[in-house]
């Protein structure tokens, strides 16, 4: 099955390269890049949209939180399809394009610092991008190692470094000339992936309604970690409400899951979408405004397919794992134990047999087996030992058949995580567990596609951010030397994702594209929306914009919100406390996210400073605004 | 009455989550407002196809000289940079 594997996906990387050598050919001066713009077959055009804007980190990552959170990540994909395509396409896409194009600007923070006349605006934002990015790349490239992981038999950190390397390789080769053909092959491939994948499980489960009821009739199975933040099931919404100051913890939490959900989730990354430097780069790439208009059509239907599905797919998955999931194997050992440290939150490891007792007596046990095909020399899979696992010994031609019964996080429970799973691992394992090895090989496809076409343009972003805009408008650089600083950003780029990935493993995907796409947005959403649509917002309001939302988004996010300002641990080590929300103020304040906060502030700064401040120059604004 | 379980599926005490018979359900969905988020997905994508549709080949506006000029230099900076 590997040489299977292997071959599927050297096929694929040659089919990349060669389609995008095909497509580089046929666009050899500047006006054949326009022309093939304006000619192409429209599918194919459209295709390659979606495939730059939809990752790993949405289908792996989101459909792993969906599995958690339930069916109310839908209203992700709402803000998606109608704020990240329709809005985004129809407002913001032609102002953008023509922009750019008149200002000749060709990064996101030389758009800006050209429509605000300022070297410092530029910089600032290439700096943002360059430090915040590599998070977002990790979650990507997290995504699909913890994909590829168990496809190919290897270690997590092995699937790491073999998926950095084909996408570095891709990067290095040349992956963002990826012109249309390439990008157009990668979205359709997810397209076919995700479709096959939402019918699959509807069938499996019984049908449209039939399996939205069974998953609808689990709500008594949501764990009471869960159940206490507010989860009613996972075809409801969590509970609603805003904790009053001095609330009881126990019901301050209660409304703790709705918060995380509609804000940082929905919001977050629903709105943050309109702020992505990647993004907007690409409004500048396409051809003519008919291309946008064209966009707008298979975007909506693509984000769909690719949100949508990975979303419910990702909640129905409990459906699966908790009535239908039986597992082929041989059972090599039936109560392996597996201590979770003094105190129960540590990683996994397995118990050696002259444990201390107090070691045996907070270890958890867990069953060994061996799937059909897996040799001896290979580590064991295993599964938590829980009173609803049933197994049956020698009953399927020779092998046993062990019955989970179990949701979907605590599916992932095995060696090396904490007795809280991981959710970034849910889709891998439901992918392995319900579908036959080919469709793993065929998804591992769609994986990639999602991973490559997001991945190189991030890095080229990487990239031109230290070699164009700071190394070039601050030290006044010549061509070559940009060019040699540029490719050695992108090598930093990839190096810290690398690192990151390494370093931070577990239920991180969402959580750190999320506050990537929130300091975006609180950052750059009010300069970039004010400087497409407002001749009156001036360079100190731009400035002024940027330095309140970044500020006020990485306070909020390292000394008020409880999640991330608790895993940092600054505020801990530098004033005694978990968070730095007053009793006097409602508890519900540590799960709200940043961008709601520093949103709204970055805006006010835009507006206030602006009008506060003399305006622009009418020739530089007239020359901004030139139709 | 079901109760809450731990996450490893064992019955923890808490109080059940399930609210039979409390509204009809849609789509075999409990909560209306996940399955108007369900809607308004499907809503979003008919409408971003209808209005492509619409918008399929309006009279375009022709090639600026400037984006002749974009066009070139971003062609001429990717090939320089990769």
């Known amino acids: 099955m590997e040489t299977f594997t292997f071959v599927v996906v050297i096929v694929y990387l040659l089919a990349i390269g060669y389609l995008g050598y095909l497509g580089y050919r046929q666009t050899k001066t500047a006006a054949d890049y326009l022309v093939a713009g304006r000619n192409a077959n429209p599918v194919v055009m459209a295709l390659s949209y979606g495939a730059t804007f939809i990752s790993t980190s949405a289908i792996v990552g989101f459909g792993g939180v969906a599995a958690n959170f339930g069916m109310g990540l839908l209203w992700l994909t709402v803000f998606n399809i109608w704020v990240g395509v329709f809005i985004a396409f129809v407002v913001f896409g032609n102002p953008t394009r023509r922009m750019g194009h ?35 790349a990790m979650a990507v490239i997290i995504g699909g190692a913890e994909f590829i992981g168990p496809i190919f038999h290897i270690s997590y950190d092995a699937a790491l470094y073999l998926f950095v390397a084909i996408v570095a390789a891709y990067v290095i080769a040349g992956g963002i000339k990826g012109v249309m053909l390439t990008d157009a092959l990668q979205g359709s491939i997810m397209l076919v992936g995700m479709v096959a994948l939402m019918i699959i499980t509807y069938v499996k489960l ?83 405004r008919q291309a946008l208009s064209r966009g707008v059509a298979v975007g909506g239907i693509f984000i769909f397919f690719m949100t949508g599905v990975a979303f419910v797919v990702g909640a129905l998955s409990n459906a699966y794992f908790a009535k239908q999931e039986a597992i082929r194997c ?69 092998f046993d058949v062990i019955r989970p019964g179990m949701i979907a996080i605590a599916r992932t429970i095995t060696k090396g995580t904490t007795l809280k799973g991981n959710s970034d691992t849910i889709i891998p394992i439901y992918l392995n567990s319900a579908f036959p090895k080919w469709f793993g090989v065929i998804f591992l496809m769609t994986l990639l596609s999602a991973a490559m076409s997001t991945l190189s343009s991030q890095f080229h972003t990487m990239g031109t951010a230290i070699g164009r805009d700071i190394f070039e408008p601050m030290l006044g650089g010549d061509a070559a030397r940009s060019v040699r600083i540029t490719r050695t950003g992108i090598v930093i780029g990839l190096v810290a994702a690398l690192i990151l990935g390494k370093l931070v493993r577990g239920n991180i995907v969402a959580l750190a594209t999320a506050i990537f796409f929130g300091v975006c947005a609180a950052s750059f959403l009010p300069s970039f929306v004010g400087g497409l649509f407002w001749r009156r917002m001036t360079r100190p309001g731009a400035l002024a914009s940027i330095i309140v939302g970044l500020g006020s988004s990485v306070f909020w996010t390292v000394f008020v919100n409880a999640k991330t300002a608790t895993g940092l641990g600054v505020c801990q080590s530098l004033f005694g406390k978990a968070t730095l929300i007053p009793s006097s103020f409602s508890p519900t304040w540590a799960v709200v996210d940043p961008i709601l906060v520093a949103l709204p502030l970055s805006a006010l700064a835009a507006v206030v400073v602006s009008l506060a401040t003399k305006p622009m120059p009418a020739e530089h604004v007239a020359h901004v605004f030139a139709k | 009455m079901p109760q809450a379980r731990d996450v490893h599926g064992v019955p923890r005490g808490l109080e059940t989550t399930t609210r039979e018979g409390e509204s009809a359900m849609i789509w075999g969905i409990e909560d209306p407002v996940v399955t108007l988020a369900y809607l308004l997905s499907i809503a979003g994508m008919v409408t971003c196809a209808v209005y492509g549709w619409a918008h399929w080949n309006p009279d375009d506006e022709p090639a600026k000289p400037e984006d002749v000029a974009w066009a070139k230099e971003e062609k001429e900076d990717i090939e320089k940079s990769l």
């Open chain 1, 102 to 136: 008149h200002l000749d600007a060709h990064t996101f923070p030389e758009l800006m610092g050209k429509r605000y006349g300022s070297r410092a605006v530029q910089v600032l934002c290439a700096l943002i991008i360059f430090c915040f990015m590599p998070l977002y």
């Open chain 1, 206 to 288: 019984g049908g449209f309604t039939a399996a939205h009821q069974m998953l609808a009739g689990m709500s008594d199975a949501v764990p009471a970690p869960l159940a206490a933040i507010g989860h009613r099931g996972w075809t409801s919404m969590p509970v609603f409400g805003w904790a009053k100051p001095g609330a009881a913890p126990a019901d301050a939490a209660r409304v703790n899951l709705w918060w995380t959900l509609v804000s940082t989730i929905v919001l977050g990354v629903g709105i943050g979408v309109l702020a992505q430097p990647q993004l907007v780069v690409r409004f500048m790439t396409v051809k003519s």
């Open chain 1, 330 to 398: 041989e059972i090599v050992e039936e109560a392996a134990l597996f201590d979770p440290g003094p105190d129960g939150a540590g990683a996994l490891s397995q118990l050696p047999a002259n444990a201390p007792p107090e070691a045996v007596a907070r270890a958890k046990k867990f069953i060994g087996y061996r799937l059909p095909g897996d040799t001896a020399d290979r580590p064991l899979h295993y599964l938590l030992s829980t009173p609803s696992v049933k197994i049956e010994r020698d009953v399927d031609d020779g």
